[in-house]
């Protein structure tokens, strides 16, 4: 609290966001929570085989996606299958693993070196797009026009949901960063269709939860300043994490978090006393029920 008793928006949050985290914790009881994502309450055991599984879901997705429906040739196999192992085992670990300097190294080395060797698989040049030309300094718009070409080679692809998601995001977000702070119009489709792709992993109950955490996460981040398009994303979103993970703490938490924006959204950012009987209403309205 300031000296005017004005409580600012942030404090606000906290204090929701606190709340929030009590009511689902208290509901679930210690053996249960202690499962939910593999970290904190979780014994050393089951952390273990947590990461094991986020592990052996990565690989599918990334190594054997390649040996079933990449674009392989023995002049680059082997330093291909090197960055995809490296980039598997580092998103394995979630986000804390995936800025690992060892792991980003090996992608970034192997990547380098098969591109050179002539590698046009669509996997390698997105992961080519994200640690080698970057390392190289190159300019937004030309990180934006690298990054736009493998996420639409992976489109057009046989690589599953998650890589498609990711091309088409992170295509987004560089041409977003490129054009500075108007959002140009090609930027909108690569959003819609990481959206779509974000649905077709969702469906999949086998894909585990850090990496639903992940997406979510990272999906409603690049929508948070377009409110129409954050609520379209969410509502489209919600249902399959529902159906597949309610069990699990952090979808409750991504619930709690697009609630709490809607409210602030509804109530508007200014103080207190500033903010109309109608703002009140609405923002309780679109507290949700979390």
């Keep these: 609290m300031n000296p005017s008793g004005r409580v600012p928006r942030q404090h606000g949050c906290f204090l929701v966001v606190v709340g929030i985290l009590s009511i689902h914790l208290a509901w679930h009881t210690p053996a249960q929570t202690a499962t939910t994502t593999g970290g904190g309450a979780a014994d050393p055991g089951r952390k273990s085989e947590s990461w094991q599984r986020r592990l052996e879901w990565n690989r599918r997705t990334l190594s054997d996606s390649y040996n079933q429906i990449g674009r392989r040739n023995a002049k680059w196999d082997e330093p291909a299958r090197r960055a995809l192992e490296a980039f598997a085992r580092a998103r394995a670990g979630g986000s804390r693993q995936a800025g690992d300097p060892a792991l980003a190294t090996q992608v970034r080395t192997n990547c380098e070196l098969a591109v050179a060797a002539g590698c046009d698989d669509p996997m390698v040049a997105y992961l080519h797009a994200r640690t080698v030309l970057v390392a190289r300094g190159l300019a937004p718009s030309q990180l934006a026009e690298a990054q736009s070409a493998a996420a639409r080679s992976l489109e057009a692809s046989q690589y599953p949901p998650i890589r498609k998601f990711y091309g088409a995001l992170r295509a987004a977000e560089h041409l977003k960063t490129a054009a500075g702070p108007d959002t140009p119009p090609e930027v909108h489709p690569f959003r819609r269709l990481a959206v779509t792709n974000l649905v077709r992993v969702l469906e999949d109950h086998s894909t585990p939860v ?81």
Aim: glycine residues 8%.
């Design 210 to 290: 850090g990496e639903v955490d992940d997406a979510c996460m990272d999906m409603l981040t690049a929508l948070e300043n377009n409110k129409p398009q954050y609520e379209w994303c969410y509502h489209e979103i919600e249902e399959r994490l529902f159906r597949n993970w309610a069990e699990k703490s952090v979808v409750w938490l991504i619930k709690g978090s697009v609630h709490i924006d809607f409210a602030w959204q509804a109530r508007g950012s200014g103080y207190a006393d500033s903010v109309t009987e109608q703002g009140w209403i609405r923002c309780h309205a679109r507290r949700g029920n979390p």
